[in-house]
Every structure is written in C-alpha cells, then in structure tokens.
C-alpha cells in the first residue's frame, strides 16, 4: 500500500485548484487528468477563435497540454493557472500560423491546383469564403496585433482581461486591436473601422 494520500477524482470538484496542481506535480495521474477535463474545452475554444480551423483544433490541443505537463513542475501557484495555459496556446497557435503561411509560400510555387468543387448552396460557400479571406488575411499580421484583435474582438475579453493574458498595459492593447482592425479592413477591401480615418 502507497504511503502517500492519493489524489481522489470523486471529490475533483471540492478541491481548489491549486490543490489539483499540487497533486499533479507530485506526478499524481489522476490529478494530471482532471486539470485536463477541467479546461480543455476552454482551451480549444481559444485555439478555434485564433485559428479558424476545426480541423487543427484536436492537434493543438493536445500539443498545448503535452507543453503544459512538461513544464508543470516549474509552475508558480501564485500565477493563474488559466493565464500561464492561455500562452502556452498563444505561442502554439503561432507556432502553426508560421507552419500555415510557409505551407502557402509552397503551394504558391507550386503549380495552380485546379478549382474546387462544391455542393454546398451558393450562399454557403460564399460565407466560407468570406470567412476563408477572414482568417487569411487575420493570419498575415503581426503576431500581437493578431493575439490583441483576437482577444478583443473574437474572445470578447475586456481591455483588462486581455491586458492581464497578453501581458501588455491595457493602452497597448487598445492600440494594437485598433492598429490591427486597420489592417484588415485594407487587406478585406472594407472601409475603415467606424469614426477612424486612415491618419487617426
């Protein structure tokens, strides 16, 4: 018989967090999952809004809590648990951006592949699209002002919110989502965000 307590998932829900932290830094199992049950649906949501793509969603999520295990021991129970698991899907989410843009520049060299087809009615296939434009053009910025307007207007953080995860005072933040709405409206052919012009 163990001589430690072990970690008892029945009672999960009564224990604080940090108390299921501690446990899987001792490398209790148990605890280590249920730190996964409890934020993984947060977290892939986070990594749709960033992305855009269902289909990256179950891989990068499973790349953000094999990061965040591996450095849980160096985890300080005085930062948010939520916020330190936010970057690591931030930097994740990056890290695919880069892989998505050099994967273009191939297919760009590459030959023209031939025109898709689609049996979905017209006007789904334009939304795709539309959206398809979205999140090409949201992943050609610079990646703070993509994580600032992302936070913002995606995740609908507050401007406290979104300062506290990025890191950045909160008149940053403001900055760089407005910097960013900018952009996109010029690369989306749209007009300038509302009361803006191009100097202001």
């Known amino acids: ?86 970057t690591i899907a931030t930097n994740k989410v990056r890290n695919w951006w880069d892989a998505q843009r050099r994967r273009e520049a191939r297919e760009r060299n590459a030959a023209s592949p031939a025109p898709r087809e689609s049996a979905s009615p017209e006007d789904h296939a334009l939304a795709t699209e539309h959206l398809a434009r979205f999140y090409a053009a949201l992943g050609a910025l610079p990646d703070k002002l993509r994580e600032a307007f992302t936070a913002r207007a995606i995740e609908h953080l507050s401007l406290q919110e979104a300062s506290a995860l990025l890191g950045v ?19 989306l052919e749209l007009p300038p965000p509302s009361g803006r012009t191009e100097g202001g």
């Open 1 to 86: 018989m163990s001589a430690t307590i072990p970690y008892d998932v029945s009672r999960s829900r009564e224990v604080g967090t940090e108390l299921v932290i501690a446990a899987a830094q001792r490398g209790d199992v148990d605890a280590t999952t249920e730190l996964f049950t409890r934020h993984k649906q947060r977290v892939a949501r986070q990594i749709l809004r960033m992305t855009g793509d269902p289909t990256s969603v179950e891989d990068l999520l499973q790349e953000v809590f094999v990061a965040a295990f591996s450095a849980l021991s160096g985890f300080r129970q005085d930062a948010q648990f939520e916020t330190w698991l936010h």
């Open 169 to 187: 005072p909160v008149s940053t933040v403001s900055y760089r989502t407005r910097r960013a709405e900018e952009l996109l409206c010029v690369a």
